[in-house]
C-alpha cells in the first residue's frame, strides 16, 4: 500500500526540490501581488443622477423624480428602488441581489432612461455604479491665500494633470474661489441711454468674433480670408462698443465698470483653519491604490518643483500609506505568532532539533498559501493577512500529531525509519480528518453570499491553502526530517516533568467523571446555559470600529441661517478644536447659502495623545453642546465602516408625508428618552424659508411677454449673466454682467425690480406677479414609492445601537401612529441582521459537513455525535472571551465562531480515533482505552491548542500594531478553544461511554446480578 511518509523518506532529493521550488514560488508571488486595504467588493448598486437646477425639492419629486422612478420600474431584479429629491437635484438608487450582473443591469437602466421625458431646462441623467473603494486615495490642500487666482491654477494645471496618471477615475475640487471680469452696471447709465442688462450682454458677447470672408490669389497662391476681433485682456472690454437705438455708439465704460473679482463662495475648504483649496482623487476599480498613490506623490513633486506662482500642494491623506500601515501591522502580528508558536513547541519538545523539524512546516505552508493565493488572483490586504495569522497556529497542529506519533513509536525501540513507518502511517486518518474538519468548515465562509461571502472569502480561501499545505508537510517532510535530523526526546525535561504531573492528575480526575457520568453531563448542560446568558450581555455592531486616531464631525445649522452667521459658527469651532492639546491637525468643508448650511470637520489626534479615542470625541461633544443654532455631532472616525454601530437610526414608511411629520416627532421624542441616547433628530427639518414669486399669465400676456421670460429677467438681475469667455495669458476668465450685490440684497428691493419689456420700455415686477412666503423641505425621500422619514439618535461613546435600537423598538409599540405609518429599523441594522443570517446559514452548513466528514471517518454516526458533542460547548469560551474583553459580536467574530467549529473537534477526533484503534487493535476494555488514550494524546492535545492560541495572541492583544478588523476572530478562536480543549479531555470520554454500546451492555448485565444477588440474599434457601 502506497504511503507518503515512506515515500518522502526513500526520496529526499524529490521533496528537497520541492521545498526549493515552493520557497522560490512563494518569494515571487508576494512581490508580484497587489497591496489592498481589503478585498475587492462590487456592491450590487446603481445610481441615476439629474440636475434641475433652481427647481424646490417638491418640483424635483414631482416633475423629476417620479418620472424617473417610473420609467426605472422596467429594470429587473431590482431589489429596492431609493430616492431622494432635493433643491435642483434628484438621486434614485437601485439595489441589486449580490449576484447580479451590474454591466448589465447599467445597459438596462440605460435602455429604461432613453424613453424619458424630463422638463426642457432639467440635464439629462447621469448613471453611477457605487463602489465600495470609490471614495478618495489621497486628498490634497493648497493654501488659497498663496496666489490671488490658486483656483484657476488648480483647475488649469493640477487637475489635468491628475486626470493623466493611470488609474486616477475622478479628481474633485472643493473650497477656493475662482477670479472673473466682472461687468458691474450703472443703473443710472442704462436707464439714461434706454439700454438694458441684456443690451450689454449681447454686445459683450458679440464682441469676439471670427468669421470666413472667402478666398483670394496673392501670386500664385491662394490665400483663406478670414475677419477677427479679439479683446486679449479684461481692461479692452471697456472699450467694446455699444450701438443705441438712436444709431449712436457708445462703450462699456460709460454704463458699467469693468472689474477683476472673486466669485461668492458657496462652498469652501480649511486647513488648520486657513482658507484653501482641497482636492481629492478618487481611482478605478482596478487600479492599484498604493501605486496609484506613488504615482500622484510624483506628480505633485514636479508640480512643487514650480516655485514660480508660489503655490504649494500639500498631501493631507495618502491612503497607500494608510494601507501600507495595516498590512504591516497584520503582518507584525503574523511575525510574532510564528516567533511565540515555536517557543512553545521548544518549550514541549525541549530538543532544537524536533522545534526546528515542527516549525519548518510553518513558513512551508504560508509560502504554499500565497503561491495559491497568486494563481487564484488575490491581493494581499488585512483579510487575506488575517487568514493567514488565524491559520498560523494551526499550521503545526498536524506536524505536532505526527512528530508526538513517531516519538512513540521510537520509544519502544525502534529505529527512525521504522519509527515512521508505524508512527506517522498510524495517525495519517487522524490528520487528514482533522484537517478535513477545518477545511469543510471554512469552505462555506469563502463561498458565502452578500456582503460578507465579499468581505471574508479571502480568509476562508487562505486558510484552505495553508492547512491542506500543512498536511502535507506534515506527511512528507516531518517524517523525512524525523529520520535525516534524528531528534531525540528529552523525558527529563523541565516540560515533560510538569506534563508527567498533569498526566496522573489528569487520570485521577477522567477516572472520576468516568465513574459521575450524570455529574459531568449537569455541569455541561450548565456551562451551555452560561454561554447562553452571556450571549444576551455582548453588544453587538456590523464591523468593530478601528482606532486610527481619526474624529469627524458634522455640523447642521440652524434653517435660514445666512451666510456670515453661519461661517461665524464654523470658525468658532474651529478655535475649539484647535485649541484642543491632543489634534495634530484639522480640516473644515462646508456649504453656505441658500437658507441652509452645514459644514464637517476632519481631526487627525497625535499618536501620543493623552486620552483615547473615544475619550476626545466626548470632550468634543461637551464643548460644541452649547453652541447655539447648530447642532454638531462628533463620532470616531474608522478605518472600514459598514454601519451597524455608529447610531441609532429608525424609518418611517408611508404614502401621506404630512402623517409621516406628525409620526416623525412622536418617534423622535421616544427615541430622545431612550437610555445612552443624547439627541435625536429627523431627516425632516423645520423647511428652508423661501419668497415665491407667481406671475400671473394674463397681466403678462397683456404686456407682451410670459410667466418665464418675466422669471429670467428676474433671475438674471439677480444673479447675473454670463456674457463671454476671455483668454487672458494662461487663464480662462468668464465675463459676468451683473449689478452691484447690494441692489437686490433684501426682499424689499424686489419690490422695485423693473422688468425689462420685449417691446421695450420697464414695468415693476409687483405688476405682474405676487410674491409670498413658505417653508420648504431641504429634501424628500423615498424608498419603493413610499416617502421615508428618518430619525436618528446621537449615542453616548459605549452606547451599541442594537440593544438601543431594540429598546427604542420595544417603546414604540406603546405609541399611537398615524394610520398608513410603519416603523422598522434602519437600514443599517436591516444590513446587519442580513448579513449575520448569511453567517449563521454558513455556521449551520459548517456544522453539518464537520459531521459528514466524522461519519465517513469512524463510519458511525453515533461516534461523529460524540465528537460534535465539543461544538455548542466551545461557545462558552467564546462568549465568555467576547464578555471579559469588552469585544462585540461583529461578523468577523461570528466567522471567528464557524472557523472555531472545525478547530475545536480536532481535539475529539484524535481522542476518538485513537480509543478505537486501541479496543479494535489491542481488544481494550471501553475503560482502559479511553484512559490510555487521554493520557497518552494529553501531550499533542496541549501543544496543538497552545500553538494555536499563542500563535493568536498578539492579534487578539493588537502587540505590534492595530488589527482591530480581525480581533474579534482572534478572541473568539482563543477563548472558544481554550475552554473546549478542557471541556472536551473530559466531556468527550465520559459522552463516548454514554454512547457505547458495550459498556450499556455490561451495566445492564451488571445492574442484571445486581438484583438477582439482591434477591438471592432476600430469599435464602
Same mark, same amino acid.
Given at each position: ?851 459528514? =466528514?466524522?461519519?465517513? $471517518?469512524?463510519? @458511525?454516526? !453515533?461516534?461523529? &455525535?460524540?465528537?460534535?458533542? %465539543?461544538?455548542?460547548?466551545? /461557545? +462558552? ?85 492595530? =488589527?482591530?478588523?480581525? $480581533?474579534?476572530? @482572534?478572541? !473568539?478562536?482563543? &477563548?472558544?478553544?481554550?475552554? %473546549?480543549?478542557?471541556?472536551? /479531555? +473530559? ?35
Amino acid at each position: 500500500m502506497f504511503s507518503l511518509p515512506d515515500f518522502s523518506v526513500r526520496r529526499p532529493v524529490c521533496i528537497l526540490i520541492c521545498v526549493v521550488s515552493l520557497v522560490l514560488f512563494g518569494i515571487t508571488s508576494v512581490l508580484g501581488m497587489s497591496m489592498e486595504s481589503t478585498p475587492e467588493m462590487n456592491m450590487p448598486v446603481i445610481m441615476v443622477m439629474t440636475r434641475y437646477e433652481g427647481a424646490s425639492p417638491e418640483e424635483v419629486d414631482s416633475m423629476v423624480t417620479d418620472v424617473v422612478e417610473s420609467a426605472l420600474s422596467a429594470v429587473t431584479g431590482v431589489e429596492s428602488m431609493t430616492s431622494t429629491s432635493s433643491e435642483g437635484s434628484s438621486m434614485v438608487m437601485l439595489e441589486f441581489d449580490y449576484s447580479a450582473d451590474t454591466d448589465e443591469k447599467t445597459d438596462e437602466v440605460n435602455s429604461a432612461l432613453s424613453r424619458l421625458r424630463l422638463p426642457d431646462s432639467c440635464e439629462d441623467p447621469t448613471i453611477m455604479e457605487m463602489r465600495m473603494n470609490s471614495e478618495s486615495v489621497m486628498e490634497l490642500n493648497i493654501d488659497g491665500a498663496s496666489s490671488d487666482n490658486a483656483l484657476a491654477y488648480v483647475e488649469d494645471t493640477v487637475v489635468p494633470k491628475l486626470e493623466q496618471i493611470s488609474g486616477v477615475a475622478q479628481v474633485g475640487t472643493s473650497g477656493g474661489s475662482r477670479k472673473y471680469v466682472q461687468i458691474l452696471l450703472d443703473e443710472n447709465a442704462l436707464n439714461q441711454y434706454g439700454l438694458t442688462m441684456n443690451s450689454v450682454a449681447n454686445a459683450i458677447a458679440n464682441a469676439e468674433y471670427e468669421v470666413t470672408l472667402g478666398e483670394a490669389d496673392r501670386g500664385n497662391i491662394t490665400l483663406s480670408m478670414i475677419g477677427s476681433a479679439e479683446y486679449g485682456t479684461y481692461q479692452s472690454l471697456r472699450d467694446v462698443p455699444i450701438t443705441l437705438g438712436s444709431g449712436n455708439v457708445i462703450h462699456v465704460s460709460d454704463v458699467a465698470e469693468v472689474n477683476l473679482a472673486s466669485r461668492s463662495q458657496d462652498s469652501f475648504s480649511r486647513q488648520n483653519g486657513r482658507d484653501g483649496i482641497r482636492i481629492s482623487i478618487s481611482k478605478n476599480q482596478s487600479a492599484n491604490t498604493i501605486s496609484l498613490c506613488e504615482s500622484i506623490v510624483s506628480a505633485v513633486e514636479e508640480l512643487n518643483a514650480d516655485t514660480t506662482l508660489g503655490i504649494a500642494i500639500e498631501v493631507t491623506n495618502n491612503s497607500g500609506e494608510t494601507i501600507m500601515e495595516n498590512i504591516q501591522s497584520v503582518i507584525s502580528s503574523l511575525i510574532q505568532g510564528l516567533i511565540v508558536a515555536v517557543l512553545v513547541l521548544m518549550f514541549f519538545f525541549g530538543d532544537w532539533r524536533s522545534s526546528l523539524i515542527v516549525a519548518l512546516s510553518m513558513p512551508l505552508s504560508l509560502f504554499a498559501a500565497v503561491v495559491m493565493m497568486s494563481l487564484f488572483d488575490m491581493t494581499i490586504n488585512m483579510m487575506s493577512l488575517g487568514g493567514l495569522v488565524v491559520g498560523v497556529g494551526m499550521l503545526v497542529d498536524n506536524s505536532i500529531v505526527v512528530m508526538e506519533s513517531c516519538f512513540r513509536a521510537r520509544s519502544e525501540g525502534r529505529t527512525y525509519a521504522e519509527s515512521v513507518h508505524e508512527g506517522a502511517n498510524l495517525v495519517v486518518g487522524a490528520v487528514v480528518a482533522s484537517t478535513l474538519t477545518s477545511i469543510v468548515v471554512v469552505l462555506p465562509i469563502a463561498l458565502m453570499d452578500g456582503m460578507a461571502g465579499q468581505l471574508f472569502k479571502d480568509v476562508g480561501l487562505t486558510i484552505v491553502f495553508s492547512l491542506t499545505a500543512s498536511l502535507v508537510s506534515a506527511i512528507t517532510l516531518v517524517p523525512l526530517l524525523f529520520v535525516r535530523l534524528t531528534p531525540r526526546e528529552k523525558e527529563n525535561s523541565f516540560s515533560n516533568r510538569i506534563l508527567r504531573r498533569v498526566d496522573k492528575d489528569y487520570a485521577r480526575l477522567l477516572k472520576k467523571a468516568l465513574g459521575a457520568r450524570k455529574t459531568v453531563v449537569a455541569i455541561a448542560l450548565a456551562s451551555f446555559a452560561l454561554s447562553a446568558f452571556l450571549f444576551t450581555r455582548i453588544d453587538m455592531e456590523l464591523m468593530p470600529t478601528m482606532d486610527r486616531g481619526g474624529v469627524s464631525a458634522s455640523v447642521e445649522m440652524k434653517t435660514g441661517l445666512n451666510t456670515e452667521t453661519s461661517d461665524e459658527i464654523m470658525t468658532e469651532i474651529e478655535g475649539i478644536i484647535a485649541a484642543m492639546p491632543d489634534v495634530e491637525s484639522y480640516s473644515t468643508r462646508g456649504a453656505m447659502g441658500g437658507g441652509s448650511g452645514a459644514g464637517s470637520f476632519s481631526i487627525t489626534l497625535k499618536d501620543d495623545r493623552s486620552m483615547e479615542t473615544s475619550e476626545f470625541v466626548e470632550e468634543l461633544r461637551y464643548l460644541t453642546a452649547d453652541i447655539p443654532n447648530c447642532y454638531v455631532d462628533v463620532s470616531q472616525e474608522s478605518a472600514m465602516s459598514f454601519g451597524g454601530g455608529g447610531g441609532l437610526t429608525l424609518s418611517l414608511k408611508g404614502s401621506n408625508l404630512s402623517a409621516l411629520e406628525e409620526a416623525a416627532e412622536k418617534v423622535k421624542e421616544t427615541v430622545a428618552a431612550v437610555d445612552g441616547v443624547e439627541y435625536a433628530s429627523t431627516s425632516l427639518s423645520d423647511g428652508d424659508p423661501r419668497a415665491v414669486i407667481t406671475v400671473d399669465p394674463v397681466l403678462a400676456g397683456a404686456y407682451g411677454t410670459t410667466p418665464s421670460s418675466v422669471l429670467s429677467v428676474a433671475s438674471g438681475k439677480l444673479n447675473g449673466t454670463t456674457a463671454m469667455t476671455l483668454q487672458q495669458d494662461d487663464t480662462e476668465y468668464s465675463v459676468k454682467v451683473e449689478y452691484p450685490a447690494d441692489r437686490y440684497e433684501t426682499i424689499n428691493d424686489l419690490y422695485g425690480l423693473m422688468i425689462d419689456l420685449p417691446g421695450g420700455g420697464q414695468i415693476p415686477l409687483t405688476d405682474l406677479a405676487e410674491i409670498s412666503y413658505s417653508t420648504s423641505p431641504s429634501s424628500i425621500s423615498r424608498e419603493d414609492g413610499k416617502y421615508v422619514v428618518s430619525v436618528t439618535g446621537t449615542l453616548r461613546t459605549g452606547v451599541n445601537s442594537a440593544s438601543a435600537t431594540t429598546q427604542a423598538m420595544k417603546a414604540l409599540e406603546s405609541v399611537d401612529l398615524p394610520d398608513g405609518v410603519m416603523v422598522e429599523e434602519g437600514s443599517d441594522m436591516r444590513m446587519m441582521n442580513t448579513e449575520f443570517g448569511s453567517i449563521g446559514k454558513a455556521l449551520m452548513v459548517a456544522i453539518f459537513l464537520v459531521f459528514a =466528514v466524522m461519519a465517513v $471517518q469512524f463510519e @458511525s454516526l !453515533v461516534f461523529s &455525535g460524540v465528537v460534535m458533542i %465539543s461544538v455548542p460547548f466551545s /461557545l +462558552v469560551g467564546a462568549f465568555l472571551s467576547l464578555y471579559l474583553t469588552n469585544t462585540s459580536i461583529s461578523m468577523t467574530s461570528l466567522i471567528g465562531l464557524v472557523m472555531l467549529v472545525g478547530i475545536v473537534v480536532n481535539n475529539a477526533i484524535v481522542l476518538v480515533d485513537y480509543t478505537n484503534q486501541l479496543r479494535r487493535d489491542q481488544g481494550m476494555e471501553v475503560h482502559e482505552a479511553l484512559t490510555t488514550a487521554g493520557r497518552t494524546r494529553l501531550r499533542p492535545i496541549l501543544m496543538t491548542t497552545l500553538t494555536t492560541v499563542v500563535g493568536l495572541l498578539p492579534m487578539a492583544l493588537g502587540i505590534g500594531g492595530k =488589527v482591530e478588523m480581525m $480581533q474579534g476572530m @482572534s478572541i !473568539v478562536v482563543i &477563548g472558544g478553544l481554550t475552554v %473546549s480543549t478542557l471541556l472536551t /479531555l +473530559v466531556l468527550i470520554p465520559t459522552f463516548y461511554l454514554m454512547f457505547d454500546r458495550e459498556d450499556r451492555a455490561n451495566r445492564k448485565a451488571a445492574k442484571k446480578q445486581r438484583r438477582e444477588a439482591e434477591k438471592n440474599a432476600a430469599d435464602p434457601v
